[in-house]
C-alpha cells in the first residue's frame, strides 16, 4: 500500500474497544458479576453522555455553517468569501470527527449492554431469588450483600497475587484484609492461600512439560522473540 492508502485507512479503521478487551480485561478485572455488570453499566453511561456530547457539537456545527452561507452570501469581498470557505470546510472536517466519534461510542455502548445481556441470561448473572442482577441493581441491601462478596474475592486476589510474586501477602493488601470483619478476614486468607497452591501446582506442572513434544498451540519464543 502506498502513504495515502495507509493514511487514508487510518480514517475509516475502527479503532474502537474491542469485544475480547471489553469482555476480558474490562469486565474480568472486576472479578464477581455482580461487580461485572456495575462497571458496564458505568462504562454505557460514558459511552451514551459522549453520543449525547457529539450529537449536540455536530447539530452546532451544521448550524454554524448555515450561517456562514448566510454571511457569504452577503459580502462582495473576495478574501472574505474565500475566509468563510475556509471555516467551512473546516467545519464539514470537524463534523465528519464527530461522526466517527459517535458511531464508536455508539458501537461501544451497545457491545456493553450486549455484554451485560450475557451475563444475565446466564446462571452466573442470577441473584438466589431467581432475578437478574439487572433486576437487583437499585436494592441497597442486596447490593451491599454482594459488594461484600466483591471486595471478599477481590482481596483474596490481591493477596494471592502478593504470595505468587513475593511468597507472602504485602502489607498494603494485608493493612485492607485488617480494616474487615474478623470472618470475611478468615474467607480471604483462605481463598488466596487455596489460589495462591492452585497456580503453584498449575506452574509446577507446565514448567515439568516445558520442554515435552506435545504439541503447542503457542510459542512465546517466537512471539517475544526469545534467543534460546
Known amino acids: 500500500m502506498t502513504n495515502d492508502e495507509i493514511i487514508e485507512l487510518s480514517k475509516v479503521h475502527y479503532n474502537g ?23 458496564y453499566l458505568t462504562e454505557i453511561e460514558n459511552r451514551q453522555l459522549m453520543v449525547e456530547q457529539n450529537v449536540y457539537e455536530k447539530k452546532k456545527l451544521e448550524l454554524e455553517i448555515l450561517l456562514d452561507r448566510e454571511n457569504k452570501s452577503k459580502t462582495s469581498n473576495k478574501i472574505e468569501k474565500q475566509l468563510i470557505d475556509l471555516e467551512i470546510e473546516k467545519k464539514q472536517n470537524n463534523i465528519i470527527s464527530f461522526e466517527k466519534l459517535i458511531r464508536r461510542a455508539t458501537e461501544e455502548r451497545d457491545m456493553y449492554v450486549n455484554l451485560i445481556k450475557d451475563i444475565c441470561d446466564s446462571p452466573d448473572g442470577k441473584y438466589k431469588d431467581g432475578r437478574t442482577l439487572l433486576e437487583i441493581m437499585n436494592e441497597p441491601e442486596i447490593c451491599e450483600e454482594l459488594e461484600k462478596e466483591y471486595w471478599t474475592y477481590r482481596m483474596a486476589k490481591q493477596t494471592a497475587m502478593d504470595m505468587i510474586a513475593y511468597g507472602r501477602a504485602g502489607l498494603g493488601n494485608m493493612d485492607s484484609v485488617f480494616m474487615l470483619e474478623g470472618e470475611q478476614q478468615r474467607d480471604i486468607m483462605k481463598l488466596a492461600c487455596d489460589l495462591f497452591v492452585k497456580n503453584e501446582k498449575r506452574t509446577q506442572h507446565f514448567l515439568q512439560n516445558a520442554n515435552s513434544n506435545e504439541p503447542q498451540k503457542l510459542s512465546l519464543s517466537k512471539t517475544l522473540e526469545l534467543d534460546m
Open 17 to 39: 474497544m474491542p469485544e475480547f478487551k471489553a469482555k476480558h480485561f474490562v469486565g474480568n478485572a472486576q472479578i464477581t458479576p455482580y461487580a461485572k455488570v456495575k462497571q
